[in-house]
């Protein structure tokens, strides 16, 4: 979009509401934000640092527990699993009769625009994951379209070259003398749509800012996302008419040195706080802000959503926010409605247990490494010292060993140690729903009958799947309607996109009508388990009485063994069996094809073959109507 032309007033208005916004934001970010998500990412790697300040006393060993780190992956690869896998957790269906079939073409662009297009697998799992870790996952999501000059040469009556002139986008570069029939060669650039689609980029949780007073990310008045870049991109942009010119080479002639975030340090330790000075300003870093400002510009009384671009506290563009929304999409396993960091996380809860542990752990080693290399009183006086400390093969004293050296006397370990270990591992399988049945392991103190199994795991997936129904019900389901509010603004022109087993025309008819984002309830891998069991049980049980019935046929058969190929993780089950549709169509052409033989005339028989051979050929005849081949093969009898 264009940038916003403003007065020289109005530009300095905006720039000061923007940086006064911005400081209260960062303020707020070093002083509760950024030591909140580093202190649980600590407890994510299980920092040994961390540790050693937590406990003093037990230096001796640098041991620690990556409980937290097991959780995350655990849940990660089951919510992946949800999204990713062959349950439909999210639908896009028609509000009204006619936007059914429009409504299954944007279920599969966007799906193909997801998994294909922007590596959805790769960038859902950084989004999952710094949700499950930091409690606050961000994902980026805007349009894209890049247009080329294109030179061809084309036929024209004389006639149309008026309209092609006024065309939009075209330009005629050279046009030659009409021919006879009053035609002309015109050589001509237009403008050509290379890229039209939506891009998606996972955003740091520590490059995001916001004020303090939000309690979600999209009530805020101003949201920022921090990005360091080179020269490069703003005097690209400044020459491409994107930043202002003037404040884009200021910008960058300031540039050079980062105030780079204790954050940053953390997250990448080779980093220089002090790199040498750019000599090459394209190659010089640049700390910019895209900030998401809610500020009224021309005084009505109403907010405008603003776009605006700072460098260095320079004023780069300002423009109007064109879809009157952020494009971030947050994502918070616990949901705090009072705020956009919710201050008590799995990384806090899991966090006492994991410390708890690595303090018995270390506990346990101090105690066998004392039991296995004892301690021992000597009288230095009857024992020579230099023998006993270069362990010499003999030892000189003066008197009896046993009264010379005597043994520290050992601490056994406490008997009830392991018993509270075990009593907090049942806390943590209560508390996470990562128990050991569903990790594939066993341990003699959990329940072994067949019901207590069923409930432990059925307390399991109860746990992951409300993770999941949050991730469904909160960003992922606003990604999916921003995506079909992009694909309904900006796809102007047919698109051709390859799915798995076959090529999908869209037309920018195909995508209008009215839609709604559908959670499926069903969502996680007890459910899809059970619904196996349940199609396999009705293709091997009820479908044959069914089918002698006649209630069910060929159709209902290929549906269900399709969809049962799909939960078993066949993403082209259709090239297995023949849809219902497939049926149909080869049922009707067979119907239309034996009803043009029987009205077609039958040849009359040679008196020498006799009515044994019209009787075979009427046979074969038939035979080949339904797909078969006659016995005895072609061009015999």
């Known amino acids: 979009m264009a940038a916003l032309k403003l007065s020289a007033e109005a530009r300095e208005r905006v720039r000061m509401v923007a940086l006064r916004d911005l400081a209260r934001a960062e303020d707020f970010y070093r002083q509760t934000t950024e030591p909140l998500l580093l202190r649980r990412r600590e407890i994510y790697q299980a920092d040994k640092e961390l540790y050693k300040k937590m406990f003093p006393r037990l230096g001796f060993s640098d041991y620690t527990s990556h409980d937290f780190y097991a959780w995350v992956q655990w849940a990660l690869s089951q919510a992946l699993d949800s999204f990713f896998g062959t349950t439909k957790v999210i639908s896009i269906v028609g509000q009204g009769q006619g936007d059914a079939e429009n409504a299954q073409v944007m279920e599969e662009l966007i799906k193909w625009q997801l998994e294909q297009g922007n590596r959805g697998f790769l960038l859902f799992s950084s989004w999952f994951e710094d949700t499950l870790v930091y409690d606050l996952g961000v994902l980026k999501c805007w349009w894209s379209r890049v247009s080329q000059p294109r030179e061809e040469t084309v036929t024209v009556p004389q006639d149309r070259l008026m309209g092609m002139a006024q ?5 005629l570069l050279d046009v030659g003398a009409p021919d006879f029939y009053g035609d002309c060669q015109v050589t001509l650039r237009r403008m050509v749509t290379t890229d039209n689609r939506p891009v998606l980029d996972h955003v740091s949780p520590f490059d995001m800012r916001w004020l303090p007073e ?15 870049v080179t020269g490069d991109v703003l005097l690209r942009g400044a020459k491409e008419g994107v930043y202002d010119r003037d404040e884009a080479r200021r910008a960058v002639d300031e540039g050079g040195t980062v105030d780079y975030e204790m954050a940053d340090q953390v997250l990448n330790p080779d980093l220089e706080m002090f790199p040498a000075q750019e000599d090459d300003a394209a190659r010089r870093r640049v700390e910019i802000f895209e900030c998401y400002v809610k500020h009224d510009v021309n005084g009505d009384g109403v907010l405008e959503d603003l776009i605006v671009t700072l460098a260095n506290d320079h004023l780069l563009r300002v423009e109007l926010n064109p879809l009157g929304r952020l494009p971030f999409f947050v994502l918070s396993a616990q949901h705090d409605s009072s705020r956009v960091l919710p201050q008590s996380s799995m990384a806090d809860i899991e966090g ?13 080693l101090l105690n066998i490494s004392v039991n296995n290399t004892p301690r021992y009183f000597v009288n230095e006086n009857m024992v020579n010292i230099e023998d006993l400390t270069k362990d010499k093969m003999m030892i000189r004293c003066k008197d009896a060993p046993r009264d010379v050296v005597a043994a520290f006397p050992s601490a056994p370990l406490a008997p009830w140690t392991m018993q509270f270990i075990e009593y907090f591992r049942g806390v943590e399988e209560e508390w996470t729903g990562r128990t050991r049945y569903n990790q594939g392991t066993d341990a003699n103190t959990l329940n072994k009958t067949a019901t207590g199994i069923s409930l432990i795991m059925k307390s399991s997936a109860q746990r992951i799947n409300h993770i999941v129904k949050i991730f469904a019900e909160t960003g992922v389901s606003e990604l999916n309607r921003f995506l079909i509010r992009l694909n309904q603004t900006y796809i102007d022109q047919a698109q051709v996109v390859r799915l798995l087993d076959r090529t999908l025309t869209i037309q920018p008819d195909d995508l209008d009508g009215h839609f709604d984002i559908v959670v499926n309830s069903d969502v996680g891998l007890g459910e899809k388990e059970q619904k196996v069991n349940s199609l396999t049980s009705y293709l091997r049980e009820v479908y044959p009485f069914a089918m002698q019935l006649g209630v069910a046929g060929p159709a209902d058969f290929s549906r269900a063994a399709i969809r049962l190929l799909e939960l078993l993780g066949w993403k082209d089950a259709r090239t297995f069996l023949r849809t219902p549709e497939e049926i149909q169509q080869r049922q009707m052409q067979q119907q239309m094809m034996m009803q043009q033989a029987a009205q077609a005339p039958m040849p009359a028989a040679p008196q020498t073959a006799g009515n044994a051979g019209a009787q075979t050929g009427a046979a074969a005849a038939m035979q080949m109507l339904q797909g078969g081949v006659p016995q005895g093969g072609f061009g015999q009898g």
Do not use: D, K, N
Not at 167 to 171: A, C, F, H, I, S
Not at 219 to 225: G, H, K, Y
Not at 353 to 363: K, S, Y
């Open 167 to 171: 065309t939009p986008g075209v330009e």
């Open 214 to 228: 939000a309690r979600r990310m999209e009530e805020s008045l101003f949201v920022a996302q921090r990005q360091i």
């Open 352 to 364: 006492e247990l994991q410390a708890l542990r690595i303090a018995f752990v270390r506990q346990i």
